[in-house]
C-alpha cells in the first residue's frame, strides 16, 4: 500500500470508511456487552460538536491556547469535587485509564527518589483483580508486582495477605473502585489505613467507577468510601471515557496535593528545540477529548447522570437475578456497580459466548487466576438498558444449546492436550499450540472458541508470549 499519487474525493474517502466498518461490533445497538458507554445521541452530538470544535488546538503549549487549559481544569475540578477532594487535591487529563495509572506509578516511583530514597528496588503489591495497566505500569518503570489473593466469595483485595507481603522495597498499594472484571470494590479504607501506617502511597483505580459510584452515593445507595475522603489515600485514576460517558480519549488523574503531583510532570530546556515542560505521557495531543468531556458534563449535569444510574442499577438487577436463575450459570462475588461477570461448572464458556455472538450479543471472555474461574463479563451501560429481558432470554436458549449439542468443549481436554505438546516436543511446542487453536497468523481466526479455550489452559508465560507474536504477525 502506498499514498495514493493524487488526492480523492471525500465522498469516495468516506465511502470506502464505511465499508472498512462492516465487521465491527455495531456500537450503538446496546447489545455490547463491553467496551461500550454510549449516553444516546442527544449528548453525542453535544460531545461531537465540541470536541471537532477542540480537533486541531494542541494541548501541547499552554500558553498557545489557554482556553485548552482552562477547560482542563474545569472538568478535573468537577472531579475533583464529586470524589469529595479537598482544594489541595490537584489532577491532569490524561488520554485514558491506562496513561492515568502509569503517571500515577511514574510519579510514585519519582517520588519515592527523593522522599524514600532507602528503596531501590520499588515495589508494588496488588490483588490479581487490578487492571492489567498495572503490570504495564510496572513493565515500563521497572517496579516490580507482587500479586496478592483475594477472597474466592467476596473477590475483595486480602488485606492481611497484603500486609504480609510488604517488604523493605515496597513503595506502592494498590485497590480498585470497582476493580472491572467481577465489579467489586476492594476494601479501600483497610488498604489505605494499611499504606498510611507503613508510609506507602496507595493508589485506588476508579477508573470505571469514580463516577457511577460517586452517583450512586449521592443517590443513597450504600457504596463504600473509596474517595479523598479516606486520609490514606495518595492517588486516584477516574475515567470520563467510561461511565462519564464522553468521548475517547479522557481520564482524570488525582493527587492528594501538589508535593505529589509535581512528580508527574516533565520539563526539558537542553536541546536546540522549544522549552518543553507539560503533565502527560503525550506532548502534542488534540484538545478534542477534554472538550468532548467538559461538554458531556454540561451537558447531562448531575440529573441526567442519576438518570443514567438508576436505569443501569435497575438493569443490572434484572439480569445478575436472572443468571442467577440459570442453571449452569454461576454469579462471581457481589457486584457493587453495573458491571459483573458470570461462570460455569457445566458448559465451555467461550462456546456460550459464541452461541451469544450469533445472536447479536457480546459477553467479554475473561480467564482464570489461581484463585478464580474462567468467566464472561457483562458491562451494562445506558445504551443496554431495556435489552435484560432479551438478553437472558438468548442465554437460557444458548446455554440448553450447548448441554444438547454433542460438539461440546471439554476445558480440561484441550488442557491436557496442550501439556502434551508443550512436554513431548517443547521445540515446536509454539506452532502446534497454535495450530491447535486454529490460528494461522493471517488475519483473525473465524471462531474464538479453541483459541481462548487454549490461552485458559496455558501458563501466563507461554501465553502472553504466543499473543506477542500472534498480534507482531497481525500488524504486518
Ligand atoms: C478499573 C480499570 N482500570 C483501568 C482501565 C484501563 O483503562 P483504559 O482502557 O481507558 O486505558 C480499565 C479499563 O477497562 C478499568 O476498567
Known amino acids: 500500500m502506498h499514498i495514493p499519487e493524487q488526492g480523492r ?8 470508511l464505511e465499508s472498512y466498518k462492516a465487521g465491527d461490533l ?15 445521541e442527544e449528548v453525542l452530538d453535544t460531545a461531537r460538536e465540541a470536541y471537532m470544535n477542540y480537533l486541531c488546538e494542541s494541548g501541547l503549549d499552554f500558553t498557545t491556547f489557554p482556553s485548552v487549559m482552562r477547560i482542563e481544569k474545569e472538568v478535573v475540578r468537577m472531579i475533583i469535587n464529586l470524589l ?39 515495589e508494588m503489591i496488588l490483588s490479581y483483580t487490578a487492571h492489567p495497566a498495572f503490570h504495564k505500569a510496572c513493565t515500563y518503570f521497572g517496579i516490580k508486582p507482587v500479586l496478592v489473593g483475594f477472597d474466592r466469595e467476596t473477590f475483595q483485595a486480602d488485606v492481611a495477605a497484603m500486609r504480609a507481603a510488604i517488604t523493605d522495597n515496597t513503595l506502592i498499594l494498590v485497590g480498585s473502585a470497582p476493580g472491572y472484571a467481577q465489579g467489586v470494590i476492594d476494601p479501600i ?18 477508573c470505571v467507577g469514580g463516577l457511577h459510584l460517586s452517583m450512586m452515593r449521592k443517590m443513597g445507595y450504600p457504596v463504600p468510601d473509596f474517595d479523598f475522603t479516606i486520609p490514606g489515600v495518595t492517588s486516584i485514576s477516574t475515567d470520563m471515557h467510561k461511565y462519564g460517558y464522553a ?27 522549544y522549552a518543553l515542560i507539560n503533565p502527560t505521557i503525550t506532548s502534542s495531543k488534540t484538545a478534542g477529548p477534554m472538550a468532548g468531556a467538559w461538554a458531556t458534563l454540561n451537558k447531562l449535569g448531575e440529573d441526567g447522570y442519576r438518570k443514567i444510574v438508576a436505569a443501569t442499577q435497575d438493569e443490572t438487577s434484572k439480569l445478575v437475578g436472572g443468571i442467577r436463575a440459570i442453571d449452569g450459570l454461576r454469579v462471581l462475588g457481589k457486584p457493587d456497580m453495573c458491571l459483573f461477570s458470570f461462570t460455569s461448572e ?34 451494562v451501560n ?46 515446536h511446542a509454539r506452532d502446534n499450540i497454535l495450530a491447535l487453536g486454529g490460528v494461522s497468523g493471517e488475519g483473525l481466526p473465524e471462531s474464538m472458541v479453541m483459541i481462548n479455550t487454549v490461552l485458559e489452559c496455558l501458563p501466563y508465560s507461554i501465553a502472553e508470549e504466543l499473543l506477542t507474536e500472534y498480534l507482531n504477525g497481525l500488524y504486518q
Open 9 to 16: 474525493s471525500k465522498a469516495e474517502i468516506m465511502k470506502q
Open 26 to 40: 455495531p456500537y450503538h445497538s446496546g447489545r455490547i456487552m463491553a467496551y461500550v458507554y454510549d449516553p444516546g
Open 84 to 122: 469529595r477532594g479537598d482544594a489541595e487535591v490537584v489532577g491532569n487529563m490524561t488520554s485514558g485509564g491506562t496513561e492515568s495509572i502509569l503517571l500515577a506509578m511514574k510519579t510514585a516511583r519519582d517520588w519515592a527518589r527523593v522522599n524514600r530514597p532507602e528503596i531501590k528496588s520499588p
Open 189 to 206: 479504607t483497610d488498604i489505605a489505613v494499611l499504606a498510611q501506617e507503613k508510609g506507602l502511597w496507595c493508589h485506588v483505580d476508579a
Open 247 to 273: 468521548p475517547k480519549n479522557a481520564s482524570v488523574i488525582m493527587y492528594r496535593n501538589r508535593q505529589f503531583r509535581k512528580f508527574q510532570f516533565f520539563a526539558c530546556l537542553q536541546t536546540t528545540s
Open 346 to 379: 457445566t458448559i465451555n464458556l467461550f462456546q456460550l459466548a459464541e452461541a451469544m455472538s450469533r445472536r447479536d450479543w457480546y459477553l467479554q471472555p475473561q480467564f482464570s487466576t489461581p484463585f478464580s474461574p474462567y468467566n464472561l463479563h457483562i458491562t
Open 382 to 427: 445506558q445504551s443496554s438498558v431495556g435489552f435484560a429481558d432479551a438478553l437472558l432470554a438468548d442465554l437460557r436458549t444458548a446455554v440448553e444449546e450447548i448441554k444438547n449439542s454433542a460438539d461440546q468443549l471439554d476445558v480440561e481436554v484441550v488442557r491436557k492436550q496442550v501439556s502434551e505438546l508443550i512436554s513431548q516436543d517443547p521445540e
